[in-house]
């Protein structure tokens, strides 16, 4: 946490996010990925800002999060961290671990925990996977980064899975899923997201965590919830999740104002004089 954060006061903690769980206050998280956003969104409210490696997928349009390195989300997440400074510096910031940047030994793990957290002052990393990433959030927790989880479908492991169907869904796959939670718990973990298992199974994990849960497509048992900016503002045409709502139609927004800006500078209708030197 940077000290002009510190000093607004009422910047969001991970002991702030216990407490929202404690009380029942329904904890908001959105995914951001740029200056510009993370201003409007920290100035809206919203809790957490993950710096998600969804990038991978909505900013640099690959298919995957695997490519994205952890230069480019330190990119990301620098220009995160500036936009929340810029506005009330409420909104806690945390980046996710990119793919293979945390699988191959507990001392990378948390050299590449550090380079993050050094780098850009944000307030905590996200890392995929259950039991056996349990060492290495300990690890990570014990030097004092918080870490927050991240289980159910995990894009990180989407080549084994084969698909983005609903996790979880089977007893066995739910009991580990719970087991790993609770593992994630002990090994030191402020929070947990849980994307696209079924709500009743949420519920319980929710239930049997005193941290937080935070649910995409797991239902409104969860402790909070969070979604990809660009799915809720409507910018990608062709993705529509169920468990998405969309609050925008910016797609067409910015469509139709490009339009007109190219009808304009074709028309010799921009610039005005008004608007010229
Ligand atoms: O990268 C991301 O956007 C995420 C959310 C889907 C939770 O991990």
């Known amino acids: ?30 995914t951001a990925y740029d200056y510009t956003m993370a201003r409007i969104l920290d ?39 500036r936009g929340v400074h810029a506005e009330s510096g409420r909104a806690m910031v945390v980046t996710d671990m990119p793919f293979m940047s945390y699988q191959l ?10 380079k993050i957290m050094k780098e850009h002052e944000c307030d905590a990393v ?9 060492d290495t959030v300990k690890r990570i927790t014990d030097v004092g980064i918080p870490v927050m989880g991240h289980l159910g479908l ?6 084994k899975y084969g698909s983005y169907r609903v996790r979880a869904q089977e007893e066995r796959e739910a009991e580990q899923l719970l087991e790993d939670a609770k593992i994630l718990e002990q090994a030191g973990a402020f929070a947990i997201v849980l994307e696209k298992i079924p709500s ?31 799915d809720i503002l409507g910018l990608n045409r062709e993705f529509h999740p169920r468990f998405v709502r969309q609050y925008a139609d910016l797609n067409t927004v910015i469509e139709q104002a490009a339009k ?11 610039p005005s004089v008004d608007e010229s030197y």
């Not at 030994?105 to 550090?114: D, K, P």
């Not at 941290?211 to 979604?227: E, F, M, N, S, Y």
């Open 126 to 134: 996200k890392l995929e996977g259950g039991r056996v990433i349990a």
């Open 200 to 230: 009743a199974l949420a519920a319980q994990v929710t239930k049997s965590l005193t941290i937080p849960t935070i649910g995409i497509g797991a239902g409104v048992a969860c402790d909070g919830q969070v979604l990809v900016i660009n």
């Open 154 to 159: 995990m894009p990180q492991s989407i080549y």
């Open 260 to 270: 007109q800006y190219v009808g304009d500078v074709r028309k010799g209708d921009f």
């Open 43 to 81: 100035r809206a409210g919203v809790d957490v800002l993950l710096v998600g490696d969804s990038a991978s997928n909505v900013f640099s349009g690959h298919s995957t999060t695997l490519p994205i390195t952890i230069e480019e989300m330190i990119y990301h997440a620098k220009a995160v961290v």
């Open 105 to 114: 030994s507990g001392e990378e793990a948390l050299r590449n925990a550090g």
């Open 1 to 30: 946490m940077n000290k002009s954060i510190q000093q607004k006061g009422a910047h969001v903690t991970t002991r702030r996010l216990l407490d929202m769980k404690q009380n029942g206050e329904k904890i908001s998280m959105l």
